[in-house]
């Protein structure tokens, strides 16, 4: 199976209409987010899935004898048989830090080709960039303490493995997703669920169970009873453990006050001698209340995260958009815009290129211009990563993306990842850009008005 | 590759811990949903893939190997490669319409078993009958008018298609996403993009194009620049589409005032004499804005739903969970239950089944009693569907599962369907089920003290 199907019908509908009209122009889209859902910055993510995708694009024959019963042109399903990607495609690098309006990634190619891939593009993209961000929300809250992605049971079924692939790119420490470490890698981390504690007849039974099977990652879940109660009987489990030379990892909170509660068990554990003993707390966690519990003191050194992180709640989409922004018509360069009564749907037309400017080692302003500008300072923040349909940028390993990500996001000043009321990071437009957008609105209206 | 690690870790170690302890009762766990995200009820689904899993479920070298690395038991793993499922599954068919606190799903199998399996249960069940609720409540706003899924972009990644068979259980009458409809055999729609018309010169031409390329499913998109001059426009290629003996199906509105702008169109329509032809609106809509949309007199034939629809935005997860009821010690049944100090996380002790009580055709209540319980009146709502691991129930198809949906639907009272303030749904429980919650209550706390 390819994914080539994987699409929206009316990209396979335009893109017969294109070639059943002879209209099949070399055309440039931007991928970009017009609204950051919470706070002012993004962590792409996404990038190396449709690098997949582009390598591997093309029409089965089932496939395309499925699109025999859609109505579908026997002529045109003909020229899919032989269809592959051979367009040029910029891109802003994983674990990026990008912002509102910037162009993301670039995809330049005759159209029927950069059409069809929109789709596939955006439900990557959207979706992996949201969910490292939110991580990084998330993570920035803890202020250095361990986030675990425990949200599997929540997440939005199948999406859950690339979610969690996104919420280790934003700075997640673990999971809980057993598929996710054997297919990824990332380190797998878990404790115990109620229903082990209440199978037996007494907490302590199932404590001592527990520790016997894995003496050496034992974290015990100690609020299925009485939280205070279950911290006692952890304490006599670790001192046994320790005189069979282990040590307990920790225990588990997983309901009622989080901040008193850890208060009062961290005095139990460390009464007992369990100073080492680490404790996690979980339980409809997000980046708010993260924040609240670090800033009255809780003294939890895990924080178990599920339905926040792996749905992104409150914001379960990210509403990334890909729009055509020029068109070479004989030989020339057409730029292209949409015109909309709501501002916000108004794109920018013309080819174009991302600029990050820095000072004193941080972010100061981005400034976005026309491919051919000339920029006396900055670097460019995308990146060729296909050309000629052949990908021609290194893969970084899912370890390099989020060490990448982890040293963008120290160069973001401190302003910009506050987790509300954050500014607007600065991002310009070249005085082409605005020249051109000003030009192609009124020629737009001149030439709607002639018809 | 087998789903068995498509599962939290904790599954597993607790797994290894009841192995090792040689404590694996018969057990018996509860999947329900503690709270409703929005409105009353749920239209359940997602149970045909847990059939699925359960039917293949097994551990597969590569997958063994994977678990060395993470300090299992050796003996343990062996054990794994034998594994299956060997217990019992009751369940409500999907398309059934659920209340919270109701065991939608009751697993009974030794513990071992019954947990490994509750990761994937929930992953699935939670998602599905999130999103078809969610259509349902679309679809009932809609008041008849066709609902059309458009979400693919905005899905949470590989989510997607799951999504958009849960969105058609609900009540949606198609898809945009090609893959759906060759998967599932979802019915596909679609009309065309902003770039298709701005890829062109002028807007006429890129309508002409369409109608040539599909002049027997041809939406035109009216609002790339000017709603009403679009409309105008589709008015000369739907006359021009008459020539040729076909007819325009209709044009789509994706942003302004939809309300007004229908309307307006309606008018040009007619007056043109496209009384036929049918108006979609899209942009980000939802049951609310749909409802106030029909409340005033929107002339819209089709909505098209996406992002709201897919993600279950504002709600992107159900709180659906699996919870220990009963164990067997020595022979006999012991209830299990969770205390918390946030009563909603207490549980319901016992093996239990759900009836419905009908009155005039119409759902009056239900009530939640013991397994064993007598009861005068109703229907059973739960069905055996796996029995000693193996599949015992119908598998209705697609469509199927979609008209016993409606069905449900149409005795549910409309006072429970309100998208706003609808009154909780009677549910109540067994004199029985009352007698054992507060004797389990009292032998718990005993117990805990005596320690």
Chains 1, 2 share one sequence.
Request: hydrophobic share 40%; charged share 25%.
């Amino acid at each position: 199976m390819s994914d080539a199907l994987r699409t929206d019908l009316y990209q396979l509908t335009m893109m017969q209409a294109y070639w059943k009209s002879g209209h099949n122009p070399e055309s440039t889209f931007d991928y970009f987010v017009r609204k950051i859902p919470s706070g002012s910055y993004l962590i792409t993510a996404g990038l190396s899935y449709l690098l997949d995708y582009i390598e591997n694009l093309h029409f089965e024959n089932d496939e395309i004898e499925y699109l025999r019963t859609q109505d579908f042109d026997e002529e045109f399903l003909k020229t899919l048989q032989d269809f592959k990607f051979t367009g040029d495609i910029l891109a802003m690098p994983e674990g990026s830090i990008a912002f509102a309006i910037e162009p993301i990634i670039r995809v330049t190619a005759p159209i029927i080709e950069a059409q069809l891939v929109e789709t596939f593009l955006l439900n990557k993209m959207n979706f992996s960039t949201l969910i490292a961000t939110k991580a990084s929300r998330v993570a920035y809250a803890a202020k250095g303490r361990a986030i675990a992605e425990f949200g599997l049971r929540r997440a939005q079924g199948d999406g859950h493995l690339e979610a969690t692939r996104a919420t280790y790119i934003g700075g997640c420490a673990s999971t809980s997703n057993v598929l996710a470490g054997k297919e990824l890698g990332i380190p797998v981390s878990g404790t115990m669920a109620h229903s082990f504690v209440t199978s037996f007849d007494h907490e302590i039974d199932s404590y001592r169970a527990y520790a016997d099977a894995f003496p050496k990652r034992c974290f015990l879940l100690i609020d299925t009873y009485n939280t205070i109660e279950g911290a006692k009987k952890a304490v006599i489990v670790g001192r046994e453990l320790e005189k069979r030379g282990e040590k307990l990892l920790g225990v588990r909170l997983d309901s009622g006050n989080l901040c008193e509660l850890s208060k009062h068990v961290r005095k139990i554990l460390d009464d007992g001698g369990l100073e080492y003993a680490k404790i996690v707390a979980s339980g409809d966690l997000n980046e708010w209340k993260i924040d609240e519990l670090m800033n009255n003191g809780a003294r939890i050194d895990i924080f178990g995260v599920g339905t926040e992180l792996i749905t992104g709640r409150p914001n379960p989409a990210l509403d990334g958009i890909y729009k055509l922004s020029d068109i070479v018509e004989n030989g020339k360069h057409v730029p292209k815009m949409k015109l909309s009564e709501e501002i916000v749907k108004t794109t920018l037309p013309g080819k174009k290129i991302v600029w990050r400017i820095m000072e004193n080692g941080k972010f100061k302003k981005d400034v976005i211009t026309l491919e051919n500008e000339i920029v006396n300072e900055g670097a460019p923040l995308l990146e060729t990563v296909v050309r000629k349909g052949k990908i021609v940028c290194d893969r970084p390993s899912l370890t390099e993306i989020r060490q990448n990500a982890a040293m963008n996001f120290s160069k973001l000043p401190d302003i910009y990842k506050k987790l509300e009321g954050a500014p607007a990071y600065p991002v310009e437009f070249s005085r082409g850009l605005i020249q051109l957008r000003a030009d192609s609105v009124e020629r737009i209206k001149r030439e709607e008005i002639r018809q």
